[in-house]
């Protein structure tokens, strides 16, 4: 491949040339959030995240895929499905299954990782807090937020 190499540069940076660095998706309405999917200048992958309400609202975060990229010659994220109640996630990377889950539902998360771990590759578990009993006690601490 060595004497096609000037010319296989040439032709990938003619065609990197020609796709939009920082586009991005329609955004679509689902369940009270606006979803949304971007590319920034210089990163490979897109980030996915989503709206409350309007599309003014603060962006949330939900996968950005050039972090989780990181380490992996080749990488991808699809089958993104969001919990009716809109806490949990689930996901693919390649061929394997990921669950992701914010406050109870990161322990909902752990719960059904214990209970099935030969379906998961992985979990993220975003949990504010750590004594779980003493937690759900105080009655001060909203918990459906």
Request: with cysteine.
């Amino acid at each position: 491949m060595a004497p096609y190499q000037e010319r296989q540069e040439a032709m990938f940076l003619e065609l990197k040339s020609r796709i939009k660095e920082d586009d991005s998706s329609v955004p679509y309405f689902l369940n009270e959030y606006w979803y949304l999917q971007r590319y920034e200048v210089g990163k490979e992958y897109p980030i996915y995240s989503r709206k409350h309400k309007n599309l003014e609202a603060k962006e949330e975060i939900l996968f950005d895929v050039n972090q989780m990229a990181e380490g992996h010659a080749y990488y991808q994220l699809g089958g993104i499905a969001v919990s009716p109640n809109n806490a949990l996630a689930s996901f693919g990377v390649d061929t394997c299954l990921y669950a992701k889950g914010g406050s109870a539902g990161g322990l909902l998360m752990g719960a059904v990782m214990n209970m099935a771990p030969e379906l998961f590759h992985g979990m993220i578990s975003n949990v504010p807090f750590v004594d779980v009993v003493t937690t759900m006690l105080d009655d001060s601490i909203p918990l459906t937020t």
